[in-house]
């Protein structure tokens, strides 16, 4: 069947942009020849870092007549309405049908669209597709008008082995292609995928990107193994590489001694983030003093000359990073400190020293929550956390920051829970980071996190829709990994309350809208307003993100939004327990006909609630019961209800949730045998509060008239 073969040849394409520009053009080809009513069986994108191609297989020669049946506005509908979907059709309103349905009488209109030849659609689309193009940044060269990432020099369009002549700016495309830039760059003639593919190849390009990763993989895993080492595992980098090259050429390096008593993530930074080398390790681990490098050319000497190259470049890189080690050593964290004072946090947020200052007084109030967290050590460990970021070395490479905290603390002398926690204070970064887990890490981690989610609170710096330029949805997902990994029992509230007073008064001033709300109140009670304002904001900030984390685990939305309707509970771990409690017994026979009978209850409670403008709580009277069924349905739930409190007291829910489990049968009963709006009113409301207070005992552990079902 035919065959479409688009390719894009350019400039060197920034690594980063080639997979994602590929995928780009593959799908919005795929979406206007699904418009066009062009079926094809198979569409593929390819990029390499001078072009990016596309291949649809499984074409027609030909397009049909079609016809298509679009239903537009009610009869009635505005004028202006009729008007735009005549507009969109491109019909007359004389052309158009009309129709009853079900939800009423429509205009429909009957768009036909006569066929053709398939090449002249094809260039249509294509010619559409690259003038609507869009990369996150872009250029024009010369005296030409189109914009692409890098230069453009050249279009192969190709449809069932014959040219497609796409105009785009001043190229035409026509069926040729070119090889790598040094190696073979001379011109071919193209038929199609398959011998395009083996041309490439032919002239040293190498098409598909996996297919690169693998040889740069291969060939790199039998150069470490030659030396009895193995490759540092790090698939960015490995995508990254094989965006740099289009024939890849694994070379071994080799590390000079003297640079090998610099902490390893130095090195091994230097090399991945300024070199783009992968690292060696030996059988314990630790870094060998070897490299990989990949080139984008064979040489005749078999890349002697382009490893000795590298080798003196990486020399250069690594006297810088010794440098910046040897001079940092000559002075403690300590006598960092009013250093500080020189970076800015944020603008109204005050600088670094401000933000330690609050660290240190935030994590000292953590302790109390962190058992076995060390008053001293904590305090030490906040006031040193980020001296590192006035480092030579951290201002070289800023990934570093925290890492060399720790190893500038070991220098100095510093405890190791206080070096450690320097470390892995700004833990977890990701979903797959490891959180800290001693005391002392663990109360200057959170320390930082919420200072920071207080401040940019305050200052209205919150996410909006995708934005999160202060990452504090991952800050807020870190403190709650944190707090349940560890098992702390942290009443939130409360921790933000005594966070937020940290910071200066007037940072907590209404602003002017708000402001004019609140003229009839004092200045003092303003600044409470605004203070309870952001804590309950940052509180349903918090129950977003602990929502998204239960969802993963795949715990039903309805039984999360069960326990948090309430809005009540700031402890995380009690929050989190009761969800997998309650999705427990859900999942069971007893919970799906405890949660049918509170429904059953509750609608009845309410439905009087609402008529007779009361609430029907408290204790019912033994006295008043006049059913046995009602009497045994007062009688269990008093037997149980101390076990009830006592479980929940002691936040056992799966065992208060198996004691109302018993309570499934009497009440399906009383349903079935007694009269709830009986004659004589005072039976009545005793029913009521009977009942109100089985709905009441149920709602300590969730809203159950959320769950669906």
């Known amino acids: 069947m035919p065959q479409l073969l688009l390719e894009l040849f350019s400039e060197e394409i920034p690594s980063g942009l080639q997979i994602r520009a590929a995928e780009q053009l593959k799908e919005a080809i795929a979406a206007r020849f699904s418009v066009d009513g062009l079926p094809f069986k198979k569409i593929a994108a390819y990029a390499t870092p001078r072009r990016i191609a596309v291949v649809v297989d499984g074409m027609e020669s030909a397009v049909n007549d079609s016809e298509e049946e679009r239903r537009g506005p009610r009869i009635d509908a505005p004028e202006k309405a009729l008007e735009g979907f005549c ?119 190498i098409l598909d990107t996996q297919k690169r990763k693998e040889v740069i993989k291969e060939d790199a895993d039998k150069l470490a193994k030659s030396c009895g080492l193995t490759i540092k595992n790090d698939e960015s980098l490995l995508d990254e590489v094989a965006g740099l090259v289009e024939w890849p050429v694994v070379l ?99 600088t670094v020293a401000q933000k330690v200052e609050r660290m240190s007084e935030l994590a000292k109030i953590l302790s109390v929550w962190i058992p076995h967290a060390n008053l001293i050590s904590v305090e030490r460990a906040a006031r040193l ?49 490891e959180c800290p887990t001693e005391p002392v890490s663990v109360a200057v981690a959170l320390a930082d996190k919420i200072d920071t989610l207080i401040g940019l609170f305050a200052v209205n710096e919150k996410p909006t829709g995708s934005k999160d330029p202060y990452a504090l949805r991952r800050a807020a997902l870190g403190v709650i990994r944190i707090i349940l990994e560890n098992n702390l029992r942290i009443p939130l509230k409360l921790l933000f309350e005594r966070a937020i007073n940290k910071y200066p008064k007037s940072l907590l001033k209404p602003k002017k809208a708000e402001g004019r709300k609140l003229l009839s109140i004092r200045g003092k009670e303003s600044a409470k307003v605004r203070q309870d304002k952001i804590i309950n904001e940052l509180l349903e900030f918090f129950a977003d993100r602990i929502k998204v984390l239960l969802k993963e685990k795949d715990i039903r939305h309805d039984l999360i939004m069960a ?90 829910y799966e065992k208060v949730m198996l004691e109302l489990a018993k309570l499934r049968e009497p009440i399906d009963q009383f349903f079935e045998k007694v009269t709830v709006n009986a004659d004589n009113e005072n039976v009545r409301k005793n029913r009521l509060l009977l009942l109100g207070q089985f709905r009441q005992s149920l709602n300590k552990v969730a809203n159950f008239s959320k769950i669906e079902g």
């Not at 070897?290 to 000359?305: C, H, L, Q």
């Not at 980020?386 to 800023?398: A, I, Q, S």
């Not at 220098?411 to 829970?417: F, L, V």
Request: charged content about 30%; hydrophobic content about 35%.
């Open 252 to 350: 071994l390096g080799r590390i000079e001694d003297k640079f090998m008593s610099v902490p390893q993530e130095v090195l091994i930074t230097a090399m991945r983030s300024h070199q783009k080398y992968f690292s060696l390790l030996n059988t314990h681990g630790n870094l060998a003093p070897y490299f990989i490098t990949v080139s984008n050319i064979k040489s005749e000497d078999s890349g002697a000359r382009i490893t000795n190259g590298n080798e003196r470049v990486l020399r250069a890189r690594l006297e810088d990073a010794k440098f910046f080690w040897d001079t940092d050593r000559r002075n403690s964290l300590e006598s960092r400190i009013p250093d500080l004072e020189k970076i800015v946090f944020h603008a109204k947020l005050g």
């Open 385 to 433: 956390s980020k001296t590192d970021l006035v480092t030579e070395m951290v201002g070289e490479f800023p990934e570093l920051q925290g890492l060399m905290g720790c190893y500038y603390a070991i220098e100095s002398g510093e405890k190791k829970e206080v070096s450690d926690a320097i470390k892995e204070h700004y833990s977890p970064l990701g979903p797959n980071d």
């Open 563 to 652: 326990v948090f309707d309430g809005g009540s509970e700031d402890d995380i771990g009690r929050l989190v327990n009761r969800v997998t409690a309650l999705s427990d017994f859900i999942n069971k026979k007893d919970g799906q006909n405890l949660s049918a009978a509170y429904k059953r209850a509750t609608n009845i409670v309410m439905a009087e609630e609402k008529k007779h403008n009361t609430e029907y709580e408290g204790d019912p009277e033994r006295e008043l019961l006049e059913a046995e069924e009602e009497k045994k349905v007062y009688d269990l739930f008093h037997q149980i209800k101390p076990l009830i409190e006592s479980s929940l007291k002691d936040e056992q």
């Open 87 to 205: 507009k969109s059709t491109g019909l007359n309103i004389s052309d158009l049908e009309k129709r009853k349905t079900e939800k009423g009488e429509f205009y429909f209109a009957i768009i036909k669209k006569e066929g053709g030849e398939v090449s002249d659609v094809i260039q249509s689309a294509l010619h559409d597709i690259l003038c609507n193009f869009t990369w996150p940044k872009s250029m024009k060269w010369g005296e030409n008008n189109i914009r692409w990432i890098r230069p453009l020099h050249n279009i192969l369009c190709i449809f069932n082995e014959k040219e497609i002549p796409v105009k785009f700016g001043h190229l035409q495309a026509n069926n040729k292609s070119f090889g790598h830039r040094f190696l073979s760059p001379k011109e071919f003639e193209v038929k199609d995928f398959a011998d395009y593919e083996k041309k490439l190849e032919k002239n040293f390009v």
